[in-house]
């Protein structure tokens, strides 16, 4: 009989911790009634994204705010996960960006950062996402529209 191991090995580590974030943001989801909720609209502005994980974690307050949330101006890397929230719309005249998650400062993609964004992207995005932007470094823009028509289930905010 072979003894069970007591040690994680290296490689192990970031595919467990990518797994532990993922279970924590599908248990933090709001059920459709609490994105119903009353107030002034969060608006998200000129957003240049950022860390993932912490683009996550507030991507669930924002859901669990209720509260309707725009994303106007341009939205680029990380702040791309918001547009799906089911309490979003993004502005018509809005500009969204994609590029491979990288290390800070470096060219250095780390493994299974694309694959938690991909969970926040439906249809024709999340086909570019897989077959051409979480590959390259190189920012690729679009328009609102041309995100609506790559995912027809976005909703465009009133201006």
């Not at 119903?36 to 507030?58: D, F, H, L, M, S």
Request: proline share 9%.
């Amino acid at each position: 009989m072979r003894p069970i191991p007591t040690r994680l090995t290296v490689p192990l580590l970031p595919a467990l911790a990518a797994v532990a974030m993922l279970a924590v943001t599908l248990c933090a989801l709001p059920g459709p009634a609490e994105a119903q909720g009353r107030g002034k609209p969060i608006v998200i502005w000129n957003n240049k994204g950022g860390n993932v994980i912490e683009a996550i974690q507030y991507r669930n307050e924002l859901a669990r705010s209720g509260r309707r949330v725009e994303v106007r101006g341009y939205c680029r890397s990380a702040c791309t996960i918001y547009i799906t929230l089911p309490n979003a719309c993004l502005g018509p005249g809005a500009t969204v960006g994609f590029h491979a998650p990288r290390i800070p400062g470096t060219t250095i993609i780390p493994p299974i950062v694309d694959e938690l964004m991909a969970q926040y992207y439906r249809g024709g995005i999340l086909r570019m996402w897989n077959t051409q932007w979480k590959h390259s470094l190189k920012m690729h823009k679009i328009s609102a529209r041309q995100y609506v028509k790559l995912d027809p289930q976005t909703r465009l905010c009133r201006n």
